[in-house]
């Protein structure tokens, strides 16, 4: 028995064990600095190529990631372009190339005689550098002139983005007009360079002024055989149509990125609260910061063990962004910050993570009223805006389904506007206004063209939905409103039908639940 | 059964003694960690210093007082870029024998707030602010006026002269 218990003891304390160092591992820090991006398409050798290289070659991707100017923009993988390539087929691919040496010529201003000087190194070093790191250096005795030497670790914060498109396919609607859809697939590839193999680099590639030829020729040798190499981090994928392959490659590039961003946790932007009411934060446009964009707090606390432990304590999204695209001169204007959930109030001090999100709200719920007596709805909604004082504005869709005359397919759609409250973080009232469609679609035999137009009936919805946080993203929302539906904006077959449904002018409910993707 | 019970009791008497020592941490001045930050414009010491308090404001003082406590008795310890700084009073007694001085110094709002200013951006932020059991534990960059704490403490007959023994 006794055994038994000290096996179950020590169990369980190995497995305590594990758990914690797993969550040492988790620990959430603000330290964010800039990486270095070089994007490369895949040809596959058809007549797409030009047009998703092009895309690829004129893609910016946002101001938060510096552009390493590497020759190879291609790469050339002979497969159909009807099926994606795999990892291990890019990984092939990307061992071939040279990638390190291209990226560090790039980063170092390497030039035909095998020259290199640090003036990008230092660029970056300054343009990184963040308040607290030029009032360390002004407490310095080196002074500011040391910030430059910060570029040297965002050396290794370099990648390669490998950009694959496939099943292009061109679609044509109704009226005849073409489209072009395609599916997108990027490979993020990380720089595999330490501390060491950088000063490594240094010892045997840096050519000095006084170096002989010999020397000079050694040092290129030792530079053309280099053995750095690039390790995979992240893939991620997406697809677009547009009226252009180029176009539909183009669009596909900033969803990879974001998708990427997802995965790669140094690319996400972190950085502690500087101020409260209003919630502030020293990034901005610098960090591609956008109005809108989420953002998740942390604190920290210690364990019984003195290990550092990061607890979430909430989502906010930024309002006011700072335009601080320049060097820090210690006195960085912060952007501003809503809290939208969350018990403890985000407090000075505490870290925010760059946690993306779509912004789009989706609801489903039960709504009765004058236009059905229960319907079935789904609404949609997107966040366009957000203020510091809490007021957002949302473009919003919805569509319900009648379900006591169901036999008639009696369906709403409606777009409108609304403009959301938040009298605290956990509640939100927004009056809204919605201009829709009701239609009675009946007539399975009538294949006339103005039938649709016929069978339906324009209503316009004023009204008001209060959403409650339960647990972030999760809400539950009321809408009370009013369906107008006049006869004179009624079509003929709506009339005729409807005399059998009853949708009419009148007061209406919905409620339901919320999630917010 | 009884090695259960034992097991209980010596894990009871591990966990009070710990929060014991968590609480010793509050007013100690054994405990706390300094490291130097990089080498400090003239008559400085640029470092980095932890301190405790109930609140993140109190930590942000004791963190003060640490950096001063440092400088007069512990010494600074080096790092890559910087040499170690010994103690301006390496004698351990001194803390002793002048224990209203200091008491004095060290008081709330006392003369060592002259000798110490913060150079942390804002407040402690990120991972250099810390709920421990009891309060925080913060870290902060404080610049030292060392060469003016060491002039200070030789001229009230602290700290010995370097002329002194010659």
Redesign the interface.
């Known amino acids: 028995m006794?055994k038994r218990?000290?096996l179950t003891?020590t169990a369980a304390i190995l497995c305590c064990s594990m758990t914690a160092q797993e969550k040492i591992k988790q620990?959430v820090?603000?330290?964010y600095n800039r990486n270095s991006v070089s994007m490369v398409a895949i040809q596959r050798g058809d007549s797409y190529d030009s047009a998703t290289t092009s895309a690829v070659a004129s893609f910016s991707p946002g101001e938060k990631f510096d552009i390493n100017r590497i020759n190879t923009k291609t790469l050339r993988i002979s497969k159909l372009r009807s099926e994606a390539v795999y990892q291990s087929e890019v990984d092939g691919v990307v061992g071939g190339v040279g990638f390190a040496k291209e990226i560090l010529a790039s980063i170092f201003n390497r030039d035909s005689k095998g020259m290199m000087n640090d003036k990008t190194v230092r660029y970056r070093g300054n343009y990184d550098a963040?308040?607290?790191d030029v009032?360390?250096a002004?407490?310095?005795?080196?002074g500011e002139d040391?910030l430059g030497d910060l570029g040297q670790k965002l050396v290794a914060a370099s990648y390669v983005v490998v950009n694959d498109f496939y099943k292009i396919e061109r679609e044509t609607d109704k009226r005849g007009k073409v489209y072009w859809s395609t599916n997108a697939r990027a490979y993020a590839y990380k720089l595999d360079l330490d501390e060491s193999s950088l000063y490594d680099f240094y010892e045997k590639c840096w050519i000095y002024d006084e170096d002989d030829e010999a020397t000079r020729a050694a040092k290129i040798s030792a530079f053309n055989n280099l053995a750095i190499g690039l390790v995979p981090v992240a893939s991620a994928s997406t697809s677009a149509t547009s009226s252009t392959v180029e176009d539909a490659a183009a669009e596909c590039l900033s969803g990879l990125i974001t998708g990427l961003e997802n995965q790669i946790s140094d690319w996400e932007v972190a950085v502690?609260?500087?101020?409260r009411r209003p919630l502030r934060a020293k990034i901005g446009t610098k960090e591609g910061l956008k109005n809108g964009d989420r953002y998740r707090a942390y604190?920290?606390?210690?364990d019984?063990n003195g290990n550092?432990v990061s607890v979430p304590r909430g989502f906010l999204r930024a309002t006011e962004v700072s335009s601080n695209t320049g060097m820090s001169i210690?006195e960085t204007e912060p952007s501003e910050f809503y809290q939208i959930s969350g018990l403890a109030n985000i407090d000075?001090?505490?870290?925010i993570k760059q946690s993306n999100d779509l912004g789009l709200g989706v609801m489903a719920g039960i709504k009765t009223g004058s236009m059905g007596k229960l319907a079935l709805a789904v609404d949609i909604d997107f966040l366009m805006d957000v203020k510091t004082g809490g007021s957002m504005s949302y473009a919003l869709f919805s569509g319900s389904l009648d379900l006591k005359q169901a036999k008639y397919v009696p369906l709403f759609f409606g777009i409108g506007y609304g403009y959301g409250l938040h009298l605290s973080r956990f509640f939100e009232v927004m009056p809204y206004a919605m201009i829709g469609m009701d239609h009675i679609g009946y007539s399975s035999t009538d294949n006339s063209k103005d039938r649709f137009v016929r069978e339906s009936a324009l209503v316009l919805e004023p009204g008001v939905r209060a959403a409650v946080n339960v647990a972030y993203p999760l809400q539950v929302f009321v809408k009370a409103f009013v369906d107008w539906n006049p006869e004179f904006i009624q079509g003929s077959l709506y009339k005729l039908y409807n005399e059998t449904v009853g949708h009419k002018s009148g007061f209406g409910l919905q409620a339901g639940l919320k999630w917010t993707f | 059964m009884i090695a259960l019970t034992l097991l209980m009791t010596f894990s009871a008497v591990s966990a009070s003694a710990q929060s014991k020592d968590r609480r010793k941490s509050f007013k100690s001045w054994d405990n706390y960690e300094i490291t130097t930050e990089k080498v400090g414009v003239d008559g400085t010491k640029f470092v980095k210093v932890w301190g405790f308090g109930k609140t993140v404001d109190a930590a942000t003082m004791a963190a003060k007082e640490n950096a001063v406590h440092a400088c007069i008795f512990r010494g600074i310890p080096g790092n890559s870029t910087a040499m170690s700084t010994p103690p301006i009073c390496p004698n351990p007694d001194t803390l002793a024998s002048h224990e209203d001085y200091f008491n004095t110094f060290f008081a709330p709002g006392g003369p060592y707030l002259a000798y110490v200013s913060m150079t942390t951006d804002g407040v402690p932020s990120g991972t250099d602010r810390r709920k421990v059991k009891g309060g925080y534990k913060v870290g902060i960059y404080v610049q030292v006026m060392y060469d003016n704490l060491k002039r200070k403490l030789e001229a009230d007959g602290i700290a010995r002269k370097l002329s002194s023994g010659f």
């Open positions: 006794l218990l000290i003891a620990v820090t603000s330290d963040k308040d607290q009032i360390n002004r407490a310095a005795r080196v040391a502690t609260v500087s101020a604190s920290y606390r210690e019984n550092l210690g000075e001090g505490w870290t």
